[in-house]
């Protein structure tokens, strides 16, 4: 086991094309390669350097890393990218509204409602953030 993760890091290491996909962060910034992710006020702005141009909004960074990186790669999947994105903020969002409403309701059948619909978004947001991992990995 040992060995192996040792040869799979020295390939990692010697492949200076996977190196150049490695994100470099700074404090309100991330670049990978010609790209830039810009993140202000809760969300990230990306932008191509190369082109000078400016490629999308995303509500999180995995999304936004994510979205760099098949491009990069010239992965057709940024449609996909972009709607798991909004599956996380739609969800998150969600999430305030049934902690607020679990909080002010005294109703028993809405408070056990409101909690399976709270753990839900929970789960629907953490199978999207795996999804937007296997992306950024693969």
């Keep these: 086991m ?19 996909l490695l994100p470099i962060v700074n404090e309100n910034e991330i670049k990978i390669k010609t790209f830039n992710i810009i ?11 190369k082109n000078n141009d400016f490629c999308v909004r995303t509500k999180s960074k995995g999304a936004a890393i994510a979205y760099v990186q098949t491009k990069l790669q010239k992965n057709n999947v940024q449609k996909r990218i ?13 999430m305030k509204f049934y902690k607020n409403t679990f909080k002010k309701t005294n109703n028993k059948i ?4 409101t909690m399976h619909r709270l753990t839900m978004s929970k789960l629907i947001i953490a199978e999207a953030r795996q999804e937007l991992h296997s992306f950024i990995l693969n």
Excluded: P, V
Aim: with cysteine; proline share 0%.
């Design 2 to 20: 040992e060995n192996k993760l040792s040869d799979n890091f020295n390939k990692l290491i010697n492949n200076f094309q996977t190196l150049t």
């Design 39 to 49: 993140i202000e006020n809760d969300e990230c702005l990306i932008y191509d350097t």
């Design 82 to 94: 972009l709607e798991l994105d909004n599956t996380i903020e739609k969800n998150e969002c969600d």
């Design 110 to 113: 809405k408070k056990s409602a």
